[in-house]
Structure formats: structure tokens, C-alpha cells
């Protein structure tokens, strides 16, 4: 295929870094249409009837794509229990029987980065030969690697500074004012220095930091989690709501991971051992371990959110529930998204779990009062670097 002109989910922010990726292998990105009702209505209709949520949202996604002229989709793939396995192939399968004829679907295999089988099928994209290829491809996976680490560090400033803004919305323009810069950023030294960038934009906020904020934990099922019109927006309206949110899932922290260097998954994986021995599939053992985790640290609350029917998240879902809500007494909220999940009834629930963490953390403090209980309040010391940095900052403010 002589010009190459590549597409792949959105996945909330994402597509910054892979769009910086396949762009440095000399080939044209195709940006799908960002997921709205219409593209989810395509995917609802040609999807089979009981699958997850993300596969039809994806699919719908990928067809807008084809729509602009895309000849070739990346799709990531994986072993195990989950049906995430499955997506491109059914979706391959999908596209073809609806019309679509003239384009190639890549699956790109994610079991295990070590085995650089990885390597093979991003050579595929764009078929150049010589030295040329190799220095490219350095080039590529070093610019995607940095790109993805700063997504996350934005959106981990973003859930902490949400919380203190006294203009609201200003955050969420900071976030889409970064997101453009780091698209923008395409040599190594403006990399370099981006960390300083993203403190430097948001340090220009103007915070309220004598506000009381609640801190809860939010984890789920990774699509869900990462891309806003499926989970109706969760961080920006908890956010807006003075909560202050702590997320260590990202597309960095998933990559990390799958190159064996991710501790602080092995971390969740050992304190949730008791609980789940073995990975069952999605998010499911490391959501245990970040609600024992978070619990431990004296956060306020906890917020899971997977598809409708995952069963990997349901299994965790029940363990919370049984087990691990009744050792450590910390609030938690459960949202399954699919395609009938509704504004309305969702900020109902949202304002109901607040008024719940509020009710209990004022209990515990009277309690601590009457030196009958003493709560842990979470500290500097907890989360990453940059997550420590930024509460700094708020302080500083």
C-alpha cells in the first residue's frame, strides 16, 4: 500500500501520542470523528447484541475514519479472558460485511511488549526499507513514549486542580490548551522541558486552596475510564463538584506495565492478592488493589466504572462489595456505561456520593474529637512524583 493513511480509537486523549507515533513512521494520520451519539448508534446497530460497551463505540469511531479516506486501522489485541481480544477481527469482519472493501486492518498484539513482536507490525504500517526505517522507528517510539507520560501528567494535574478553581472551567481549558501544545511538540528538546510547560500552565490558575475538598480514587475498565463521552464526562463534573480525584490508570501506565517496568501495578497486584490471586481479565485486580490501597491512605471515596456486561470488573465489582466495603468502611460507587446510560439520573447519583462522603468524613472527625477513632488523612507521600508536585503547588497557590 503506497501511501498509508492510518487510523485507530481516539481513547479519550490518546490520540496524541499515537498520532505522534505513526506520524513519525512517515505515514498520514486519519483522526477518527471524536465518539458522539451518532457514531454510537452505528456501532449499536452492526455490533452483536451482548457486547461490551468500548467495541461499539470504537466501531463507530473506525467508520468515520473510513468515512474521511483511512485505508488502514490499527487495532490493539490481547490474550486472555477478556473480549477485548476479539475486537479486531469481529470488527474487520464487520466492516466488510457493511461495505467497506478497500482497507487493511492491523492488529497490533499488546500480550507482552517484551517479545518486540510489536515491532514487526509497526514496520507494516508503512513499508520503507534501509537504515532509514530503524532510525525512524527509534525516533517514533521515544517521541510516543514521552507524549504518553505527559498525558498523563496533565490529566493528573487536572484532577487536582478542578477541585480549587474559582473560575470554573479554566481547568478544562488549560487541559485542551496543553493537548494542542503537546501535539504541537515534535522535536526532542521541546519534550525535554514540556513536564515544566504543563506546571507552568496550570500554576496559572486561580485557586481557592481554603477549600475543603474530598479525595476519592477513581478506576474502572481502561477505555471507559479514558475516554469522556462514554463515561458522560466523570472526571470534569466530579471535579466541578470539589472533588479532587487521584487516577493512576493512563495509556502510560498501561504500556509500562505490559514492559514489565509498571512497581506500582506490582504493588496493587500483591496488596489485592488475598483477594484475587491471578489476573481474571480488564482492570480487575488492580481496581482491588487501588481501593485497598486509596482506602488505607484515608481517601474519602472510590468510583469504579466499567462497561455494562464486563464480567473481569463485575467480579471486582462484587468483591468491594462483599469483602473489602465492610474492612475499610471507604464509600464506593459503581457506574456500568453502554450505549443507555443517561445524564440525568448519573449527576443524581453523583451528588447523592458526595453527600454521603461528606456525611462520613464529618463523623469521623467528630469522632477524632472525642479521641474514639482516628482518621488518616491522605498525605504528600502518596502517588506518583509529578502527583506530589502538584498538590505542592495547590499549596503554594
Not at 467508520?63 to 486472555?80: E, Q
Request: charged fraction near 25%; hydrophobic fraction near 40%; proline fraction near 4%.
Amino acid at each position: 500500500m503506497p501511501n498509508p493513511k492510518v487510523t485507530f480509537p481516539r481513547m479519550g486523549t490518546s490520540w496524541v501520542a499515537f498520532k505522534s507515533l505513526i506520524e513519525s513512521l512517515d505515514a498520514e494520520v486519519v483522526l477518527p470523528t471524536p465518539v458522539n451519539r451518532e457514531l454510537v448508534k452505528f456501532g449499536v446497530k452492526h455490533s452483536p447484541e451482548f457486547v461490551c460497551f468500548p467495541f461499539k463505540a470504537t466501531l463507530g469511531e473506525l467508520k468515520s475514519a473510513l468515512d474521511k479516506g483511512a485505508n488502514t486501522i490499527i487495532m490493539a489485541i490481547d490474550c486472555g479472558p477478556c473480549r477485548f481480544g476479539f475486537y479486531a477481527s469481529v470488527q474487520e469482519r464487520i466492516f466488510r460485511d457493511v461495505g467497506y472493501k478497500d482497507f487493511r486492518l492491523i492488529p497490533l498484539d499488546q500480550a507482552d511488549l517484551l517479545d518486540f513482536s510489536w515491532v514487526k507490525t509497526l514496520f507494516e504500517v508503512n513499508q520503507v526499507a534501509g537504515l532509514f526505517k530503524y532510525s525512524n522507528f527509534v525516533k517514533a517510539v521515544i517521541f510516543f513514549l514521552k507524549k504518553c507520560l505527559y498525558l498523563q501528567n496533565i490529566h493528573t494535574a487536572e484532577g487536582v486542580f478542578r477541585a480549587y478553581e474559582r473560575e470554573q472551567g479554566i481547568t478544562t481549558k488549560t487541559v485542551n490548551r496543553l493537548l494542542h501544545k503537546l501535539d504541537d511538540a515534535n522535536t526532542l528538546h521541546e519534550l525535554r522541558h514540556f513536564k515544566s510547560v504543563i506546571k507552568e500552565d496550570f500554576n496559572k490558575i486561580d485557586l481557592d486552596k481554603s477549600r475543603d475538598v474530598l479525595k476519592v480514587g477513581l478506576a474502572g475498565e481502561i477505555y471507559i475510564t479514558l475516554e469522556p463521552y462514554v463515561n458522560l464526562d466523570i472526571r470534569r463534573r466530579l471535579g466541578e463538584m470539589g472533588v479532587e480525584l487521584y487516577q493512576s490508570l493512563s495509556l502510560y501506565d498501561w504500556i509500562a506495565h505490559k514492559l514489565h517496568v509498571n512497581f506500582h501495578r506490582k504493588w496493587l497486584e500483591h496488596v489485592a492478592k488475598p483477594y484475587m490471586p491471578m489476573d481474571i481479565g480488564g482492570e480487575a485486580v488492580w481496581i482491588i488493589g487501588q481501593y485497598i490501597d486509596n482506602a488505607k491512605a484515608g481517601f474519602d471515596g472510590f468510583v469504579h466504572s466499567y462497561p455494562f456486561t464486563c464480567m473481569p470488573e463485575i467480579t471486582a465489582r462484587t468483591i468491594i462489595t462483599n469483602k473489602l466495603k465492610k474492612k475499610y468502611d471507604m464509600p464506593v460507587i459503581f457506574f456500568s456505561f453502554d450505549e443507555q446510560s443517561g445524564v440525568e439520573g448519573f449527576r443524581t447519583r453523583l451528588e447523592a456520593f458526595i453527600d454521603l462522603m461528606n456525611a462520613r468524613r464529618n463523623h469521623l472527625r467528630e469522632q477524632q474529637k472525642k479521641k474514639e477513632n482516628i482518621i488518616q488523612v491522605p498525605n504528600n507521600h502518596y502517588g506518583n512524583l509529578f502527583y506530589r508536585e502538584c498538590l505542592e503547588l495547590v499549596q503554594k497557590s
